[in-house]
């Protein structure tokens, strides 16, 4: 299946000029996959950081789905969700799909999403993803967090795709055990990420101090 017979838009950030991170990572890898092929999976990449402001983005994010969802032949979009700035975007992503019997899949990445939606400052985001929420044909999430507050929260089930491991369950989720460096050799931690603090970077720098305090010598390598 060819991107001139998309089956599903997958709408959201693709790698280019500013945007490097995960999400585009991983939008690009489906776009690109034999998944794509088979299923008839076409890019509908949301405008980067560079190309203007909020509003002229937002306007011109709106043209290109209006525009995708009367190719022949569609029948999902397929939201990557940034909420946060991206929340009126994406809630007016789905007001469009719905009008034109488009299925609605919500893919919530990273592991913060129920705090941002429980955010007091934000009643408005809160009430369009609330309508996004109970409206949407399925929805992903990466954090096992996430899924289990959309099913308290909404009675919502959501397929999770584990991406990170919480610390109270490293014990169970570990791949292998940790092995104690040899005498005289330190304690060796490698980070592979963004360098971003909502990655937990200053806790790990932090631990790494007391560690070193405490008389464990430590080799961090970024």
Not at 56 to 84: F, K, N, S
Not at 139 to 162: C, S
Not at 204 to 211: G, H, M, P
Request: charged share 25%; net charge positive; aromatic share 8%.
């Amino acid at each position: 299946m060819s991107e001139r017979s998309p089956q599903i838009l997958l709408c959201g950030p693709f790698p280019g000029p500013g945007m490097v991170g995960g999400y585009a990572r991983v939008n690009e890898f489906v776009a690109t996959s034999f998944l794509a092929e088979r299923l008839g999976i076409a890019r509908l990449p949301v405008t980067l950081p560079h190309e203007g402001s909020l509003a002229a983005r937002l306007l011109e994010d709106l043209r290109r789905v209006r525009e995708a969802v009367r190719r022949p032949g569609v029948r999902v979009l397929h939201v990557t969700a940034q909420y946060h700035a991206g929340t009126y975007r994406e809630w007016l992503q789905f007001r469009i799909a719905r009008r034109a019997g488009l299925r609605f899949l919500l893919d919530v990445r990273g592991g913060c999403f129920a705090e941002a939606y429980e955010d007091p400052r934000r009643p408005l985001q809160r009430r369009l993803w609330r309508e996004v929420l109970r409206d949407a044909d399925a929805i992903t999430v990466e954090g096992r967090a996430d899924a289990a507050w959309l099913e308290r929260r909404f009675g919502l089930h959501a397929t999770w795709f584990p991406n990170f491991v919480r610390a109270a369950d490293r014990d169970r989720m570990a791949p292998a055990p940790l092995s104690r460096p040899a005498p005289g050799e330190p304690l060796r931690l490698v980070y592979s990420g963004q360098l971003r603090p909502e990655k937990g970077l200053l806790e790990l720098v932090r631990a790494c101090s007391w560690l070193e305090t405490a008389g464990i010598p430590v080799s961090l390598d970024l």
